[in-house]
C-alpha cells in the first residue's frame, strides 16, 4: 500500500508533515532502500513514523542575545544642519540659478536680487568718504596753524575730533556695503546671493520677479538648504518600553525602500513629553547617510538593550518555512514526532539560528527537515 508524504503549502491542514534527515531504510535481506512510513494521525500537530530511529534528534542550545526593542519612525533632517537662505538686501528677484531638491555647493550662486537698499548704501559710502576727505584736510591745516601758534589747542582738539568722526562713518558704510555683498570698486544694484554650505534645498519661497529680503513684503528666507550627510530618525516608543532606551545606544537602522540593508544609528535624544492620545513618546536617533536616506522614508529601529535574554538555537536544517511561518519538530514518544511553531531570529555561525520563541533551550527537536514531496512522488 503507497503511503503519501504531503509538505506543500496548500496543504498544510490535512496533517501531512514531512520529516527526514534519513527518511529511506536500508533492508539487508533483499538488498533495496525502502522508504520510511510516515502515518497520518488525525492530529494535524502530530504525525506517526514507524521508524523513529532514522530522524536525528538534537538538543536546542542557548545564546544569550541583547533584548530587541523595535520601533518604527520617519527620515527628517537635522535641525542643525538646516540652514536659511536670506537676502540681506531687499529687492525684486531677476534671476533664480538652483530650484527645490537641488544639490547645491558651499558657495554656488543661488540668486540675484535688484534692489535699491544697494543704490542707498553706496550713496552713504560716497558721502562719507568725501567727509572724511574734507575732515583730514581739515585737521591738516589746524596742526600747521597750531605749531605756529594761529589756533587754540581746542580748535586742534574740535578738528581732530571731526576727523575721528568722518572715519567712523566712512568704515560704517564701507561695512554696509560688504553686508549687503556689494563690490565697492565695481558697484551695482543687482545682489548676489550665495549657498551659505553644501547640501539640498529642501524649502524654496522664492520665484522670478519675487520679493526678497528682511525689509520687503515677502519671504525672508529665499530657501533652506539641508545637509542630508548625517539625519534622524523620529520614532514613537510607547511608554512601557521607555525604561528599554537608553542615550548613546546603539541602533539598527532597516528602510522599507532598501530592504536587506541595515545601518547602525546612535539615540540622541528621549522626549521628555508623552502624546497624550497614543501614550507615546519621540525617541530621535542619528544616523550617517551614505547617500540612500530620504526625507519622509519610512524606517525601522531595533534598539539593543545592554540587557540580554537567553534564546534557544538549533541547526537551521531543523526549521520549516511554510506559509511565511517557521516549525520545529520535537518528539512525542510512541514514534511520533509534534509540530511546533517558533519564531526565528538571526542566523549564526555554524549554520545554526536563533529561535526567539516557541521553544526552550535544552529542548529536544529533530535535528533536519526536509521537503520529501521528490521522495513521495518516487513511491
Known amino acids: 500500500m503507497r503511503n503519501l508524504f504531503l509538505l506543500k ?6 496533517g ?3 520529516l527526514t534527515g534519513c527518511g529511506k531504510k536500508f533492508n539487508p ?27 536525528p534528534i538534537v538538543a536546542a542550545g542557548r545564546f544569550d542575545a541583547p533584548s530587541k526593542l523595535e520601533v518604527t519612525g520617519s527620515v527628517f533632517p537635522d535641525i542643525d544642519r538646516e540652514v536659511p537662505v536670506i537676502s540681506l538686501a531687499s529687492g525684486r528677484v531677476v534671476d533664480i540659478r538652483a530650484r527645490l531638491d537641488d544639490n547645491v555647493k558651499k558657495g554656488q550662486l543661488l540668486i540675484k536680487v535688484q534692489s535699491p537698499d544697494v543704490t542707498n548704501a553706496f550713496d552713504t559710502y560716497l558721502k562719507a568718504t568725501n567727509d572724511e576727505q574734507l575732515a583730514n584736510k581739515a585737521l591738516l591745516r589746524a596742526k600747521d596753524l597750531y605749531a605756529h601758534g594761529a589756533i587754540s589747542q581746542s580748535m586742534l582738539e574740535q578738528a581732530q575730533d571731526t576727523e575721528d568722526d568722518a572715519k567712523a562713518d566712512l568704515a560704517a ?3 554696509q556695503l560688504t553686508t549687503l555683498g556689494v563690490d565697492k570698486n565695481h558697484p551695482s544694484s543687482v545682489v548676489n546671493v ?5 547640501g539640498v534645498i529642501v524649502a524654496q ?10 525689509t520687503y513684503t515677502g519671504s525672508s528666507t529665499a530657501f533652506t538648504i539641508a545637509d542630508l550627510s548625517l539625519v534622524w530618525i523620529i520614532c514613537d516608543v510607547y511608554e512601557n518600553d521607555l525604561p528599554q532606551v537608553r542615550l548613546g545606544e546603539e541602533t539598527q537602522i532597516t528602510l522599507n525602500a532598501v530592504p536587506g540593508k541595515v545601518f547602525t544609528g546612535r539615540v540622541s535624544d528621549i522626549g521628555p513629553v508623552l502624546d497624550p492620545t497614543i501614550r507615546t513618546a519621540k525617541v530621535r536617533i542619528e544616523v550617517p547617510n551614505p547617500g540612500m536616506f530620504r526625507l519622509g522614508m519610512y524606517a525601522t529601529a ?6 540580554t535574554v537567553p534564546h534557544a538555537v538549533v541547526p537551521a536544517d531543523a526549521i520549516l518555512h511554510l506559509h511565511d511561518r517557521d516549525w520545529v519538530f520535537e518528539p512525542a514518544g510512541n514514534s511520533q514526532f509534534k509540530r511546533v511553531e517558533v519564531t526565528a531570529g538571526d542566523m549564526l555561525p555554524g549554520n545554526m539560528q536563533e529561535i526567539l520563541s516557541g521553544i526552550a533551550p535544552g529542548q529536544q527537536v529533530v535535528k533536519q527537515v526536509l521537503e520529501l514531496e521528490a521522495t513521495a512522488e518516487a513511491q
Open 9 to 14: 503549502a496548500g496543504c498544510c491542514l490535512a
Open 16 to 18: 501531512y508533515v514531512v
Open 29 to 55: 535481506s533483499s538488498g533495496e532502500v525502502q522508504q520510511s512510513q510516515v502515518t497520518q494521525t488525525g492530529d494535524a500537530a502530530l504525525i506517526s513514523v514507524q521508524d523513529p530511529s532514522q530522524f
Open 173 to 175: 558704510a564701507d561695512q
Open 194 to 198: 550665495y549657498a551659505p554650505i553644501s
Open 205 to 214: 519661497n522664492v520665484t522670478n520677479a519675487a520679493a526678497t529680503g528682511v
Open 302 to 307: 531595533t534598539l539593543l538593550s545592554r540587557k
